[in-house]
């Protein structure tokens, strides 16, 4: 199964999602989408164990900023990195691909420069766009999108029906993408689970490929963008959207103050390390000015990030 996947039916077929899962055939992962049969299964704290050698369990983390531990220090060089572009997008207009000017709650911004890979992929009709999200955002980014042509994929465990097709281009899914898949014994006495890995959803829906992952996940999205990079996920995705929260540590990031901030500034330093490119940064002023809890250091609690693969093809 995971070197298979589901045969890719098409979006109307996506039916078949939500059933029973995998046979028991234990597995042990290759790519995020290779795994083979191995010996009985080890079941790991909420997790199949699909992982083989070279695969990795944690980030590297990147040196402190100063000689000895400092929230200062982390804190100053995690805004400044953030606040820096690392590429030049000269074309962000959305407008040019619809025609139509009206603009949404939030600038989630793309890069539409004829270097990168993403307009020919528009404009052949050929692009897909997966927004991950909580319900309680507007879909107009991903409205505009599937106008364009776009195969849009919108997950928000909020919906009523499992799947929903809104045009031609716009499907609904009743999904939550989380850093890990449920823990088997426990999913094992459902018919679905609606929790899932961006890789499985991947693999079920028989898709190799996301030009635009876009995510505003109410501070889940280190821990799941964490989980993107020690799985290779994030090499199969041309443009990263992502709305971060830094007002607390966020979902199962521990530590003091200080060493949060560097797991953030890793997380980061390693979507650059795989050829990631940070090219717009939105300071959201109408959210609490806040930082790990604390009005300092002239922070937002949420920034809207948006990185360009200079790989993708």
Known sequence: WCSRGW???????????????PGPGP???????????????????????????????RIDLQPWASPTPSLTYEALRFLKYISTSQTFCENMNMNSLTGNSET???????????????????????????????????????????????????FDPSIKSAHIQEGQ?????????????????????????NTKKLGTILNEFGHQKIDILKADMESAEWKILENLILEDIVEQIG???????????????SGNDST???????????????????FHTYKDLSKPQMFLKKEAFNASSSYILSWVNTRWK
């Not at 790991?44 to 695969?55: H, K, V």
């Not at 499907?171 to 449920?182: A, E, G, M, Q």
């Not at 901030?261 to 979507?271: A, Q």
């Open 104 to 154: 949404a709650k939030k600038p989630w911004t793309i890069c539409l420069d004829e270097r990168f890979n993403l307009i020919h992929q528009i404009k052949s009709k050929q692009c897909r766009l997966y927004s991950l999200g909580l319900g309680n955002d507007d879909s107009q980014f991903e409205i505009r999108m599937a106008s364009s042509g776009c195969e849009v994929h919108r």
């Open 260 to 278: 949060v901030v560097r797991y953030w500034y890793s997380l980061l330093k390693e979507l650059e390390l795989k050829d990631f490119r940070l």
């Open 169 to 193: 281009h716009l499907w609904y899914h009743r999904l939550s993408i989380d850093w890990r898949d449920p823990n088997p014994v426990i999913a094992a006495h459902r018919l679905r689970s």
């Open 27 to 57: 597995m042990r992962r290759g790519s995020w989408g290779q795994c083979q049969a191995s010996s009985p299964p080890t079941l790991l704290p909420n997790r199949l164990s699909c992982l083989g050698e070279g695969t990795r369990w």
């Open 239 to 253: 443009q990263l959207v992502f709305e971060v929260h830094i007002h607390w540590p966020g979902f199962e990031v």
């Open 7 to 21: 045969p890719h039916l098409g979006p109307p077929a996506l039916g078949l999602l939500g059933g029973v899962g």
